[in-house]
């Protein structure tokens, strides 16, 4: 079966209608520049540049459909982990406004199928950008979507998609032993090579996301680790640093100036989120580093606190 129909069938089988990928539409559009071409030799250098039919039609529909698929998956990855993480006055708090529906397997299900329907949706942009890219005899479609990711729109850098992995590998080897839990999906794991960790996952065997979580800037294992909204995972004191901030005022009170240390992209720090499942999985399974490192991070902490609140006592007196 051809990946389109495949891919048309299980959007068609949600309970409720979900932004996608128009697979057929997109198609018609490349059909019509190919058939306006048809009689003429093409140019590299003049398609899509000056392409009327690609540059009205294909790509705006590409990249709002696109926009509307990340902004779903976000919010709702967003939603999930934040009633599996409620405790206390805050759960009764979901329960009573009616959030927390079904039981616990149920949660594991939603958190299944967010992570198959990111994956496929990848899968359908990567398949329609090459098929503009054979059509055209070009590199467009991939120039595009890196663009598309520098815009925060690729799917696959979004820090949503991170949490939900470690959220499936927390409950696979906590809570799912349970008889009645649904299996997870194998391909979804933490890897450690020469005590280096990564998140890995394969679906469809063709989509292989392989998360490396190694601080850039420590060389680390990512400690209280938080994402970029350009998507790249650092320690949260460490981001702290790079954006010239201490972690009193936190990363929300960085300059828009202040730039990833990667890839220098601009405006990245005040979006930043916190990786809370995966905070979780590291700390169980590298257990002896992550507790050198806590006692390493108490300490700088209440100094740099310390510096903090002297500093503003001082201010107050005018001193």
Same mark, same amino acid.
């Given at each position: ?33 190919? %058939? ?5 030799? *093409?140019?590299? %250098? ?27 998956? &976000? ?17 009764? !708090? !979901? ?74 590998? &927390? ?115 590298? *257990? ?9 991070? %108490? ?14 006592? %001082? ?5």
């Amino acid at each position: 079966m051809k990946f389109c129909k495949k891919y048309q069938e299980y959007m068609q089988g949600q309970e409720k209608k979900l932004p996608g990928v128009g697979f057929k539409k997109l198609k018609k559009i490349l059909k019509k520049c190919r %058939r306006e071409d048809s009689h003429e030799v *093409h140019d590299v %250098r003049t398609c899509p540049d000056h392409c009327p039919v690609c540059d009205g039609s294909f790509f705006p529909a590409l990249l709002k459909e696109m926009s509307a698929v990340v902004g779903f998956f &976000n919010k709702r990855a967003q939603k999930l982990l934040e009633l599996h993480l409620a405790s206390g006055f805050r759960k009764y !708090f !979901f329960w009573f406004k009616g959030k927390l529906r079904g039981n616990h397997v149920g949660l594991i299900e939603e958190g299944k199928d967010l992570v198959t329907y990111a994956l496929i949706n990848a899968i359908a942009i990567r398949k329609i950008l090459k098929k503009y890219d054979k059509i055209h005899y070009s590199t467009q479609g991939q120039a595009f979507k890196s663009q598309a990711q520098s815009m925060h729109i690729g799917i696959l850098q979004s820090p949503w998609l991170c949490e939900l992995m470690a959220f499936h590998i &927390n409950l696979r080897e906590t809570k799912t032993k349970s008889r009645n839990a649904p299996a997870l999906f194998e391909g979804c794991s933490l890897k450690i090579n020469d005590g280096k960790p990564s998140l890995a996952c394969e679906l469809f065997d063709s989509v292989k996301l392989d998360v490396d979580l190694t601080c850039s800037i420590c060389l680390d294992t990512v400690f209280d680790p938080v994402a970029l909204t350009c998507g790249h995972i650092f320690c949260y004191m460490c981001a702290c640093s790079a954006a010239s901030v201490t972690i009193v005022d936190g990363l929300k009170a960085a300059e828009p100036k202040e730039k990833c240390p990667l890839c220098r992209e601009a405006r990245v720090y005040e979006g930043a989120v916190h990786l809370e499942e995966l905070s979780m999985l590291l700390s169980r399974s590298c *257990h002896e580093y992550w507790e050198q490192r806590l006692h390493t991070e %108490r300490v700088e902490r209440v100094r740099q606190a310390k510096q903090h609140w002297e500093s503003q006592c %001082r201010a107050f007196m005018g001193v």
